[in-house]
């Protein structure tokens, strides 16, 4: 009775009970592997939570004060308020610890969960017509959020992350022609910048770029919602129908399920595993530096590159075009770039492909396409694991100087190889399959108007 | 009386399922079995759940116990876990199990998108001179941007790179280690290494933080053009703290105790593991960085402490487009 | 009556007895490296030693006990080859061993073994003496790390002598920092610093290594993505068959 009240009220004010019909009873194609959006969407919500905690106890400002806390070490130290603030998180504020972890570690785990999502939808072709907006829309978050992550773990000013910031402002200056001008632009000045700098960081880690994600999330699900979401091929679910669980009573439990599963993840990581002990490492200072400063997992790559790149300027009289720092820190990222976004386009030029694809490819279906994913990922995990070469040396005793020539054969002949290796994997899968149909898999054929 | 009894019956009998006695209407989702087994899972593990996050707010509470972060995240995680491990099995064995069936969009709506071009083309059917419309609304459209982003240069001093350059070194400015206290000659010892600063600066100038080392005399090579009494008195020198690669402080020292089998004196970053020697004005021997680190030529004064010489020999800190590369 | 000369005697030949035992073992173990006058041997093709490589190692004359107290308590010493980087193992010798060799160095001059107190210094110190002297290669909480060309040990296992000593000797690569640079005083908190981050402040949880964003993002995959993977597998139907 009261729902049909309520339900009533609702569609004489807004007329809404035809669309509160069609969004219970929307389709949703039931794969395990179309729930990795959500895990990072769901991620994006607790970072949005505990951040928002955070701001309520965090000083964005680089004014030096005098810790005096729990925490005796540091006591009586100079550092700045970022930095007290936030060791008083940790130490004074009840539950503050937990929420900064949780938070810290749901960011690590939002790019899991994206990264693991952009190798589904790309090896099974989800990205083709008419689904090249939600593609695109994706990959803008996901650089936003690589972006995103290191101005929330820089805002601290710890030593770790504010020796992460000085490479940050070097990566700057080293675009040819303007890069001086925009590390002056941004920082305010030379390194260190101007004390505003911090409030440039804060304003942009907790209001712009959350907008900016929410509202290519937004766009993302308003596409996928627009065109429904991607199937596997099967009994009934062709190119022309889509077939799968209503949103209500069927999938709303399960998303409901893995909202609080994800939850639960990233709050026992947050009270359970320790997760940048910022009172460890110390305030921030330009004259200091530690072994083993590294950025964040998923900066992996970037640190990497910036290390097996030999070392050379590349001047012009007595210009610095290309200083070091180019190459790896703005040339691969961009390259990155430029590849995701163009993928769809390269991909629809090489297979003269138009076609609305609504069934997904299992990544055998396209061996040329998984072939250079493989490639690809290949190349990005040499150049990520040369950026942990000092930990392979410190602990495997594997010398470094060799080491960083691996990783440079790894991330940029392997991939060659492993792009031909993939491809003949891929065909020789697909001819067995022809022989002897067993999976009772059957995809539409590719070339559907 | 009779209301209060019928409307008690009603919200406390057991759950009936089928059409509502009054109408007869035909079932859009399929009938299925019960399954009361599934619901007092579900009830345990809401149960479950509801005791976890009792339990923090409970510790929450007594902040005074040890450990406290790690019981909160247990207690609050494991109550999501219990109520996740709720809906899973309410979504496996308590929700009616459906397939629908929809059909994609697959056609675009040629009709209305002949009539959206239609439209705006008949809107503008009073133009006569469209092109030149167009062409003014772009120009002012530019120039409107380029108002709106223009205080965006207020950021900073980007204009004018010439902040880059900085370097406040002079001649006679005494070097001082990070509690202020002056450096002495006597004091500098060889395989050792001493972080020093301008005095009454501070710190927190990219230009600085030196790197202070004394290197043997046969070892010394330094560039052309740099007398070793000014840049090398008593084997000492002096080079900027700060990475030309990509800026982090140099916080290593390689320091043989025996030459003979292990690798040469050197100044290593942490970041990326640039070395420079310190013997040959600080080449790069490894690693990234593009160019040497800059070098402070140095005067002993008659107390025996330690004086900047003039200017460093290049520009400090990462390189960029104007940097001063100085002579190799 | 004659007990007790007997142990007169032998108190005071034990120091002697101890020389000897330690000149033994210098020419059974070291000489081959570091010369019969503990001059050290400069030429790869003067001897040749018991084990693989050539000889070649630096003079032991002036180095002090305390340096050969460092070298042998952490096993550094004896090093198989001359080029290899001295590791922390089980110390070859015995510690009576260990005492006679150092008496017999300690007898060619040198400083002798450091006498530090912990216990009077501040962590607090400490911490700013390290990460402006040590941090760079050691870690800020002493989890070591790299230099070009070798490895930078851990510090968990040091004990405090050994601590002091490796800051005024510099072993292998390490430089070495005297009394004008870190001062008695100082040097105690520096000891009581690295003791302390044997066990530090790890109030967040398991502290996976203290190493920072490495072992991290290790978890991060490992842990959390594959948790979260599986309960994806479990929540969401497979390919259906």
């Not at chain 1, 009970?17 to 919500?45: N, Q, T």
């Not at chain 1, 599963?261 to 709050?267: E, R």
Request: charged content about 15%.
């Amino acid at each position: 009775m009261i729902l049909r009240r309520t339900v009533r009220f609702l569609d004489e004010r807004t007329g809404a009970a035809p669309l509160m019909k069609k969004a219970l009873r929307y389709v949703f194609p039931d794969h395990w592997s179309f729930l990795l959006g959500e895990i990072a969407m769901y991620s994006f919500i607790v970072l949005v939570g505990t951040g928002v905690f955070l701001t309520l106890f965090f000083e964005p400002s680089l004014a030096k004060t005098v810790y005096h806390g729990q925490y005796a070490p540091l006591d009586g130290v100079h550092m700045t308020k970022a930095y007290a603030s936030t060791v008083d998180i940790s130490f004074r504020v009840k539950a503050g610890l937990l929420m900064r972890q949780t938070h810290h570690w749901a960011a690590d785990v939002f790019l899991v969960a994206i990264v693991l999502h952009v190798w589904r939808v790309f090896f099974t072709g989800a990205f083709r017509k008419p689904r090249e907006l939600v593609w695109y829309a994706g990959i803008g978050m996901l650089f936003a959020a690589l972006l995103e992550g290191y101005l929330g773990y820089s805002l601290v000013d710890d030593l770790l992350s504010g020796m992460g910031l000085a490479i940050g402002y070097s990566v700057a200056l080293s675009i040819p022609f303007i890069g001086g001008n925009l590390g002056l632009l941004l920082w305010g000045g030379p390194y260190p910048g101007i004390p505003q700098f911090e409030s440039r960081m804060y304003i942009a880690h907790v209001l712009i770029f959350p907008l900016l994600i929410g509202g290519l999330l937004a766009l993302h699900l308003g596409l996928i919602i627009a065109r429904h979401h991607t199937q596997f091929g099967g009994k009934s679910k062709t190119e022309r129908r889509v077939t799968g669980l209503p949103s209500f009573p069927g999938y709303a439990p399960r998303s409901i399920g893995l909202f609080f599963g994800v939850m639960s993840t990233l709050f026992l990581l947050g009270g359970l595993v320790q997760i940048n002990p910022i009172w460890l490492w110390g305030p921030y200072d330009i004259s200091q530096g530690t072994n083993g400063a590294q950025p964040d997992w998923y900066l992996g790559w970037l640190i990497g590159a910036l290390r097996i790149t030999p070392g050379f300027d590349l001047t012009i009289g007595n210009y610095t075009l290309v200083p070091n720092p180019f190459w790896g820190g703005v040339l691969l990222p961009m390259a990155v770039l430029a590849f995701l976004v163009l993928w769809p386009s390269i991909e629809r030029r090489i297979t003269g492909d138009n076609a609305y694809h609504n069934l997904l490819d299992r990544p055998r279906d396209n061996p040329m396409r998984t072939a250079v994913g493989f490639a690809v990922t290949t190349c990005l995990a040499g150049v990520f694991f040369a950026g942990a070469g000092d930990r392979f040396y410190a602990s495997l005793a594997i010398p470094y100087a060799p080491q960083i020539w691996f990783w440079r054969f790894f991330a940029f002949v392997l991939p060659f190889g492993v792009f031909w290796l993939v491809r003949r994997f891929c065909e020789d899968l697909a001819a067995e399959d022809e022989a002897e149909p067993s999976s009772g898999y059957e995809p539409e054929p590719q070339s559907s108007a | 009386m009779k209301w209060l009894w019928s409307l008690l019956a009603l919200l406390l009998g057991r759950g009936r399922r089928g059409a509502p006695a009054h109408v007869e209407r035909q079932r859009l989702i399929p009938e299925q079995p019960p399954s009361p087994r599934g619901e007092n899972i579900v009830l345990a593990l809401l149960a479950l759940a509801a005791l976890c996050f009792a339990a923090f707010v409970a510790v929450y509470v007594l902040d005074r116990l040890p450990d406290h972060t790690q019981l909160l995240g247990l207690a609050l995680g494991l109550g999501f876990a219990f109520a996740a491990a709720a809906c899973i099995v309410v979504s496996r064995l308590l929700v009616p199990v459906e397939e629908i069936s929809e059909p994609y969009a697959n056609e675009p709506n040629v009709a209305q998108v002949e009539e959206v071009e239609q439209l705006v083309g008949e809107s503008g059917s009073r133009l006569t001179r469209k092109r030149l419309l167009k062409v003014a609304a772009l120009g002012t459209g530019g120039a409107m941007g380029a108002a709106i982003i223009a205080p965006i240069a207020s950021l900073g001093p980007a204009i004018d790179p010439d902040a880059l350059r900085r370097d406040g070194w002079r001649r006679g400015m005494r070097l001082v280690d990070s509690k202020g206290r002056p450096l002495s000659a006597d004091h500098i010892e060889s395989k050792s290494f001493y972080t020093a600063f301008p005095q009454d600066v501070s710190h927190d100038e990219l230009w600085a933080p030196l790197v202070v080392v004394r290197v043997d005399a046969e070892r010394l090579d330094l560039p052309h053009g740099r007398d070793p009494r000014l840049w090398a008195p008593e084997g000492i020198v002096a080079y900027s703290k700060i990475c030309t690669h990509a800026g982090c402080a140099i916080a290593l020292y390689r320091a043989p105790l025996n030459e003979a089998t292990s690798a040469r004196p050197a100044l290593v970053c942490p970041c990326h593991y640039s070395t420079f020697d310190p013997a040959t004005g600080a080449q790069v021997l490894f690693g990234p960085a593009g160019r040497p680190l800059p070098q402070l030529p140095l005067l002993i004064d008659e107390r025996r402490e330690l004086r900047a010489g003039g200017h460093f020999s290049n520009d400090v800190g990462p390189s960029w487009w104007g940097v001063r590369r100085g002579r190799a | 009556m004659r007990i007790w000369l007997v142990l007169l005697a032998a108190l005071a030949l034990a120091p002697a007895a101890a020389a000897d035992r330690g000149r033994d073992l210098y020419f059974a173990n070291c000489v081959w490296c570091h010369g019969a006058g503990l001059q050290g041997i400069e030429s790869a093709a003067a001897h040749s030693s018991p084990g693989n490589g050539p000889a070649g190692g630096p003079p032991l004359l002036g180095v002090g006990a305390m340096a050969a107290h460092l070298y042998l308590t952490t096993g550094y010493m004896p090093l198989r080859s001359p080029t290899q980087q001295p590791k922390r193992r089980r110390p070859h010798f015995s510690a009576p061993d260990i005492a006679a060799l150092v008496g017999f160095i300690g007898a060619h001059g040198g400083p002798p073994v450091p006498h530090v107190h912990p216990e009077r210094g501040s962590v607090k110190t400490g911490l700013t003496i390290f990460t402006e002297h040590c941090a760079g290669c050691h870690q800020m909480v002493g989890e070591g790390g790299i230099v070009s060309g070798a490895s930078v040990p851990a510090l968990k296992a040091a004990t405090a002598t050994q601590i002091a000593e490796a800051v005024r000797v510099g072993p292998y690569v390490m430089p070495r920092f005297d009394k004008h640079d870190i001062s008695p005083r100082e040097l105690d908190s520096l000891v009581r610093y690295v003791l302390y981050t044997d066990h530090p402040d790890n109030r967040g949880g398991w502290s996976i290594g203290l190493l920072g964003p490495f072992p991290e993002g290790m978890v991060a995959w490992l842990i959390a993505g594959i948790a979260l993977l599986a309960l994806a597998r479990v929540i969401g139907e497979g390919l259906k068959r």
